[in-house]
């Protein structure tokens, strides 16, 4: 789905700000530092993260792609 063109008129238009890395917004302390899999990293959840939360669908990771990201995969058994 695109944005409405009178939406996207207004977001490209809006001030642009430097933004934050995702190490910054999500940092360690916020995942689990003991796992019961111990390919559970901080930094894939943050990739992970990193691939769902873009705002063109259609560059996005699908759900069957994110089911196979190291983060997800240790827990999905088709």
Do not use: C
Request: no cysteine; net charge positive.
């Amino acid at each position: 789905m695109k944005l409405n063109q009178s939406v996207r008129t207004y977001v490209e238009n809006r001030p642009r700000y430097t933004g934050f890395s995702f190490e910054k917004l999500f940092p360690d302390v916020l995942f689990p530092a003991e796992s019961e899999h111990n390919k559970l990293k901080a930094s894939q959840a943050r990739d992970l993260l990193s691939k769902m939360l873009v705002i063109d669908a259609s560059k996005r990771i699908s759900v069957e792609e994110a089911l196979q990201h190291p983060y997800i995969n240790v827990w999905y058994d088709p």
